[in-house]
Structures are given as structure tokens and as C-alpha cells.
């Protein structure tokens, strides 16, 4: 059987972050909110909360939860 599970970007975004934290605790992934910042910093970015400066640019979900290991072969980001 090859039946793939969907994962929300919510819980895919928590997944990341949860990551994100054991490498350094003060980086988070972040969606942008306005028209300016989606253009700058693409629809998800990383920024150092302490710091506040942008770690990452145009953070594409799944290829970073892939890369993080947090979402299995079996899964897939439902849209």
C-alpha cells in the first residue's frame, strides 16, 4: 500500500519551528503578513527574534520540513 498522508502547513510550520528551535532558540519561521514583506522575504522567512535581523529568505515549506527531516516520506503538505 502506498497511501500518502496529508499535513496542514500549520502543523508543518510547527514542525519546522520545533526544529528550528534545537538548532538555535531564538530562530522562528515566520509568514509574512503584508503585500511589502511577501515581496521582500517571500511567503515564509526565518528570523533571529533576539537579533531581529532575517536569517532565511523565501523559505519553501516542504522542501525545508524535508530537509529538516520533519516530514516523512509518507507525508505531503496539503494545500
Known amino acids: 500500500m502506498n497511501a500518502r498522508t496529508p499535513v496542514s502547513r500549520r502543523e508543518v510550520v510547527r514542525r519546522i519551528n520545533s526544529s528550528l528551535k534545537k538548532d538555535d532558540p531564538f530562530?522562528?519561521?515566520?509568514?509574512?503578513?503584508?503585500?511589502r514583506a511577501h515581496r521582500e522575504l517571500g511567503e515564509y522567512y526565518v528570523v533571529d527574534r533576539i537579533r531581529e535581523f532575517v536569517v532565511d529568505r523565501e523559505v519553501m515549506l516542504e522542501t525545508e520540513a524535508r530537509k529538516r527531516c520533519v516530514l516523512a516520506d509518507s507525508e505531503y503538505l496539503a494545500d
Open 27 to 35: 530562530h522562528v519561521l515566520r509568514r509574512s503578513r503584508t503585500l
